[in-house]
């Protein structure tokens, strides 16, 4: 396969690369881990990359900085972001034998602080740009498995469209790879936001949960019959079919998440109302399926013809705040400055 990171440092100080991901929406979710560290999942998942959405991360190794520097959307990142970001930055320096600080500046072009997953998309750019500065060249299997050290489901932003996640047995063969590329079919997502507030228990801290649901066994043993169909679906392009899978895959994995140990409720009455008005428009004739994440934002799925219909009628209903509209979206790739 053609290396997708080529750039190198020879004898300079320091090296920078530039990368763009974009965040996706998973069809089949990934929900626990059967390693926590490795972040080896429990199940495989599914998801289409969202061009709409998308985080931007320059890295530049420099052996004159004491420390790791971590920008996020202008401020300074946290001590625990930046810890999240060390550690991704420590296995590259590892592999590249170069340990080197560097500094990290990254940018979304969503709204942070609503609730929409960011590290999907960030730590796929910060992964390609780091490989690129420290001149590691991995094909897009080795990334996309670098990737999943970070965030699990950042190992399905490297590549683009639409994109399954093969378990794997070990650190090496766990990665995701393209099912069809993103003009195989004008799916799009209409983002419904309702909410502003950070998620109370982040997606790392559930993983840990899912193992304490009585009901993840049970999920478990659903996934390889509903992933099947879910990819026969998305090469079928067949919107109903893929509906009604996931939708039923969503609500496994907040079933899992009710019943877990403490229990996970990341819903609001406003998610409720969003999981009726679908049904109801579906009734009238509007085909449009629901997923959600670890929050109480809700994803409609629908083909480019419904979008500013279904965008139309959600912005509508009380309780939401924005609504944002995308198309799939490409591989994460390598920029200019
Ligand atoms: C509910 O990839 O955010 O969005 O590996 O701890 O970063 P970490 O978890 P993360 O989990 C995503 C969970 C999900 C479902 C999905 O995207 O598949």
Redesign the pocket.
């Known amino acids: 396969m053609r290396p997708l990171v080529q750039a190198g440092h020879s004898a300079g100080r320091a090296a920078g690369a530039t990368a763009l991901a974009h965040a996706?929406?998973?069809f089949?979710?990934?929900?626990g881990?059967r390693d926590?560290d490795a972040?080896l999942?429990a199940n495989p998942?599914l998801?289409m990359a969202l061009e709409a959405l998308h985080t931007v991360t320059t890295v530049l190794f420099d052996d004159r900085l004491a420390q790791d520097e971590v920008t996020i959307d202008g401020r300074p990142a946290s001590p625990a972001a930046r810890a999240r970001v060390s550690r991704q930055l420590d296995l590259v320096r590892r592999c590249a034998g170069w340990f080197a600080a560097a500094r990290v500046v990254s940018r979304n072009n969503f709204p942070s602080g609503v609730g929409l997953?960011s590290?999907?998309s960030a730590?796929a750019a910060l992964t390609l740009a780091a490989c690129a500065a420290a001149g590691l060249q991995l094909d897009e299997s080795q990334l996309s498995a670098l990737a999943?050290r970070?965030?699990?489901?950042?190992c399905?932003s490297v590549p683009g469209g639409f994109v399954e996640?093969e378990m794997g047995q070990d650190e090496a063969s766990s990665f995701a790879h393209s099912l069809a590329p993103p003009d195989h079919w004008q799916l799009y997502d209409v983002i419904v936001l309702v909410s502003s507030s950070p998620k109370p228990v982040?997606?790392?801290?559930?993983?840990r949960l899912a193992a304490g649901s009585p009901l993840q066994v049970a999920r478990l043993s659903a996934v390889p019959g509903l992933l099947a169909a879910c990819r026969q679906a998305v090469l079928n392009r067949d919107l109903a079919a893929l509906g009604a899978i996931i939708e039923q895959d969503a609500l496994l994995?907040h079933a899992v998440m009710l019943t877990s140990q403490p229990p996970l409720i990341y819903w609001s009455p406003a998610t409720l109302e969003v999981l009726q008005a679908v049904r109801e428009w579906r009734a009238r004739g509007v085909p449009t399926y629901f997923t959600?994440?670890?929050?109480p934002n809700v994803h409609l799925i629908c083909e480019a013809a419904g979008a500013a219909e279904v965008a139309a009628l959600a912005a509508r209903l009380p309780g939401v705040l924005s609504v944002l509209v995308s198309a799939p979206g490409g591989p994460a790739h390598l920029v200019e400055e």
Not at 28 to 31: P, R
Not at 150 to 154: C, K, M, P
Not at 202 to 207: E, K, L, V
């Open positions: 996706n929406i998973a089949i979710k990934y929900w881990n926590d972040r999942p998942s998801s997953a590290s999907a730590f999943r970070a965030s699990g489901s950042a399905r996640w982040s997606s790392a801290d559930g993983h994995m959600m994440d670890a929050g």
